[in-house]
């Protein structure tokens, strides 16, 4: 469960920032980078080269937990892999109410 990082279901956060970080060639069985399953009111992706990542949800990101807004900012998303998802996989306990914005965002080679 995502080679970076793992936020479990228990955990609860009010902010979470990811901002200039080269996330690559990491390999996790379900999120690549980042398996993101706890409770989060905003998680901010800014400035960061995904790449070269894989898992079986998500080879960038696997959210399943309980997020409000999702900001991908100036982020490049490249050669992820996953049977879901190449670069973000939203799962089923995702709120019904979630809000993504996208803003210069490269998504290139992604498989999923």
Known sequence: QGSAFVLQDKVRLKYFVIEWTALENNFALNGGSFTLRGAISELMTRNNVITGNSGQQGGGFE??????????????????????????????????????IVDQVNFSNNIG
Not at 68 to 95: C, E, H, P, W
């Open 63 to 100: 959210l399943n937990g309980d997020i409000d807004r999702f900001y991908v900012l100036r982020t490049n998303f490249s050669f992820n892999s996953a049977t879901s998802g190449g670069a973000i996989s939203a799962q089923n306990k995702m709120r019904q109410k979630l809000v993504i």
